[in-house]
């Protein structure tokens, strides 16, 4: 192919490469011959070669080495070689190129030039690739030619305004007035730009709004005349005259009539013209009509206007185009906050939306589907989307499980209507919930102790019917062994009397533990359900003692150390068993075991002593129930067992340390030692108050180990129950509470309760210890605290 071939000849031999590697071969082979071409002081096929590069460049391949040729043929003086120039540095020129920098005088030259088209060149170019700097240097040029009388210039200078603008945001101002005076232009080409260049202003410039505010009379004109012009051909579209422009008129008066009430009073009346008499029919006229409804709804418009804009794009909803019923739903859910009793009207169209084939407008028609849900028709939208979830597209179900629960929960007419909602998403979507829905559901069913009997046979037959929606076995599970005696009674008001014998409920759980599709979690579930069946049950118990002793050696630990658990609750622990499995009581959502010890920092506050120093931190050690996750027979309950009143009140900041009897015996379960705390000399009376008396003493294990006791006794007439040690240290001092001997003080000191807390001072640092002392007489609870100072011994 010789340098010489015309573009055509080489776009016919690019396109008739069958390789890529062919194609690049008769590419390079002409690149070299521009290449040549360009290093020629005469060369009289400039703008060809230039052409052909420009080509070259649009396919991908580098054309970088034309930059000097684009600078060379904006200087030349004919057109045909400056058009092509101009075409080449907006394509391959930007403002991060030198290169760049190298037209501007070109470009101010041609500003000035006598033919219109020469001019219209750099108006463009600076519109497309001009820098900060050269907007800067030849911004008064362009606000000159706002001011021609040229109505095609004027029309590419506006424009080029913009781009200005845009860039250098302090050089609106020098624009503005030129802006003011281009609305009284007839030709819509400047009324176009005029309308985008005051745009930019107020969209920029506060001030400027407040000026271009006195506009919206003349904008109001400019769009009647437009609405109730008759046919013109220059400006018809599908026989709407010139929607650009009005478009872009609306747009404007939008953002003037935002937030003030003057500028919107002005521009009422034509809006609601315009939403009357646009024809809807056809694509042109919706894009008009859309615009409408924005600047409707974005302005202080009257309350009737409002809901002829709802009622337009209920209108769009019944369009064949899903992309007008995609955008109409986007608008409303916007609106249905503010207008929810006009978006309502059109609540069965939206509800149908729901049955589209796109997934995007299913997306939107469930938003708003459930942003529609009211105390007034939440039986009838809890039907259609409930209908919905259950042909649902997958990536959709979490989202629609996830807003069903939000509105049965604000709405719910009543529990039972709530629980049977809420088990109906679980049996249809299970898998998809959130993580929080299954405690969320244990406290419902919990606080709703009328429907006990009527929730549990429910749960039982869905059980029966599927396990593979895990969430649903888990909430099933909780509730049979809790409400298992409920459910082998077979007395329930609600439902159908159903005999089910303690055998059925026990094949049924067994059959949660063994299959595959039951995760750690489920299985965890259904172990504590069946353990504590062992208390509500009578023939049962040894196949109860042996389902749990099979999962002694689960390779699954978490299960395993249930089952050990509940081994020794069998053996070891026998005379407890009933007492740590009975019935839950009502679990609060605001307990404060859920307020991670916030709401108890103000009490401790008030009963810290003045002598440990505030500045001194202290060492968060383990929680205040240690022993609750052994406590937890509830295998997933949200709400952890207290070993005591206290303690869900614990200070922020400090480590405090509790034990109970029972937690305290199943900590040993591994041991087999019952704890024999020796009582080293000398023992010292430390607390004396109220009858109850706690003496300490002190062995030294190490330079830095220190093993205290402390021993109490109950000197009054009255039994002492729920008695509870708390111990607080400073921060460098490390804490270890052993399982005291127990929690119950019979009166006039029969017996005592001795608590072992093993310290390391590895810093050596004075040491100070501070006790909490919680215990219950005769109905009524108590609470005190001692600091100590001083141990004796050391």
């Not at 729920?722 to 270890?736: I, R």
């Amino acid at each position: 192919m010789s340098p010489s071939v015309p573009l055509q000849e080489m776009i016919r031999a690019i396109r008739s490469a069958r390789t890529q590697c062919e194609e690049r071969g008769v590419i390079q082979r002409e690149c070299a011959a521009i290449r040549a071409q360009f290093r020629q002081v005469d060369n009289g096929a400039r703008s060809h070669n230039l052409a052909k590069l420009l080509y070259v460049h649009m396919l991908g391949y580098p054309a970088h080495f034309g930059q000097m040729e684009c600078v060379r043929m904006i200087a030349s003086p004919r057109y045909s070689e400056k058009r092509v120039g101009y075409l080449g540095a907006m394509m391959l020129l930007d403002e991060k190129q030198d290169a760049s920098l190298l037209i501007t005088n070109s470009i101010k030259n041609d500003l000035s030039h006598s033919n219109q088209y020469v001019q219209s060149l750099a108006l463009c170019t600076l519109a497309c690739m001009g820098s900060a700097e050269m907007c800067r240097d030849l911004a008064p040029e362009i606000d000159r030619l706002l001011r021609a009388s040229n109505s095609y210039i004027k029309k590419k200078a506006a424009l080029c305004a913009v781009h200005i603008v845009r860039k250098v945001h302090d050089l609106g101002e020098l624009f503005a007035p030129a802006a003011r005076s281009l609305l009284s232009e007839k030709n819509h080409g400047v009324l176009h730009g005029a309308v985008v260049l005051i745009t930019e202003l107020c969209e920029r410039n506060p001030e400027a709004l407040e000026r271009f505010r006195k506009t919206v009379p003349d904008l109001v004109q400019i769009m009647k005349s437009l609405v109730i012009s008759g046919y013109s051909p220059e400006h018809d579209v599908a026989g709407i005259s010139d929607p650009f422009l009005q478009v872009r008129i609306l747009r404007l008066l939008r953002i003037l009539g935002r937030n003030n009430e003057a500028a919107s009073d002005a521009m009422n009346d034509l809006l609601a013209q315009v939403a009357t008499n646009t024809d809807s029919t056809k694509t042109v006229g919706n894009a008009v009509l859309y615009e409408t409804v924005l600047t409707v709804l974005d302005i202080k418009s009257e309350s009737g206007l409002r809901v002829l804009a709802v009622n337009i794009l209920g209108r769009f909803l019944l369009n064949n185009d899903r992309n007008i019923r995609y955008i109409a739903m986007t608008s409303l859910q916007r609106i249905v906050g503010t207008d929810h009793i006009a978006v309502q009207r059109h609540r069965g169209t939206i509800v149908d939306c729901l049955k589209d084939q796109d997934a995007s407008v299913k997306r939107r028609a469930l938003d708003l589907s459930l942003a529609l849900v009211s105390a007034s028709n939440i039986r009838s939208m809890m039907k259609e989307l409930l209908l919905f979830l259950s042909s649902c597209p997958p990536e959709l179900r979490a989202q629609a499980a996830s807003g069903i629960f939000n509105a049965a929960e604000r709405y719910a007419p009543s529990q039972r209507w709530h629980i049977d909602t809420i088990l109906h998403v679980l049996t249809t979507a299970g898998g998809d919930v959130r993580d929080e829905t299954v405690p969320n559901l244990i406290q419902l069913i919990t606080n709703t102790s009328e429907l006990h009997c009527y929730t549990v046979h429910k749960l039982y037959r869905a059980l029966l019917t599927d396990i593979s929606q895990q969430s649903l076995v888990q909430v099933a599970c909780w509730c049979i062994g809790e409400y298992g005696d409920l459910l082998l009674r077979g007395e329930c008001q609600e439902t159908e009397p159903v005999q089910v014998t303690e055998d059925d409920v026990l094949d049924a759980l067994e059959t949660v533990l063994q299959s595959h599709m039951s995760s750690p979690a489920t299985r965890g579930f259904a172990l504590t359900a069946t353990m504590k069946l062992s208390t509500r049950i009578t023939d049962n118990v040894d196949r109860i003692r042996s389902i749990v002793s099979i999962y002694g050696s689960c390779i699954d630990v978490e299960l395993q150390q249930r089952a050990v658990e509940y081994n020794a609750l069998f053996k070891k622990y026998d005379h407890m068993r009933a007492a740590v499995l009975e019935r839950m009581p009502v679990i609060e959502k605001n307990s404060p075991g859920h307020t991670n010890g916030e709401s108890a920092g103000e009490a401790i506050k008030e009963i810290q002593p003045a002598k440990v120093k505030q500045a001194e931190p202290l060492l968060p050690q383990q929680p205040a129930n240690q022993v609750c996750d052994l406590l937890d027979l509830l295998g997933g309950s949200e709400e952890p067992l207290q070993p005591s009143p206290a303690q869900s009140s614990t200070a922020p900041g400090l480590p405090i340390n509790t034990a109970s009897s029972a937690g305290g015996d199943l900590l040993d379960l591994l041991g087999g030692l019952e704890p024999t705390p020796t009582a080293p000399a000398p023992s010292v009376t430390m607390y004396d108050k109220g009858g109850v008396t706690l003496t300490l003493s002190c062995e030294k294990q190490s330079d830095t180990g220190l093993t205290v006791t402390l021993t109490a006794s109950n000197s009054t007439d009255s039994d002492i129950s729920g008695f509870t040690l708390q111990a607080a240290v400073p921060k460098s001092v490390q804490l270890h509470m052993k399982a005291p001997s127990g929690d119950f003080l019979p009166a006039r000191g029969a017996a005592k309760v001795i608590q072992m807390v093993v310290l390391n001072n590895p810093n050596k640092v004075n040491l100070k210890m501070r006790i909490r002392i919680s215990h219950s007489s005769q109905g009524s609870s108590f609470q005190d605290t001692v600091q100590i100072d001083s141990f004796p011994g050391l």
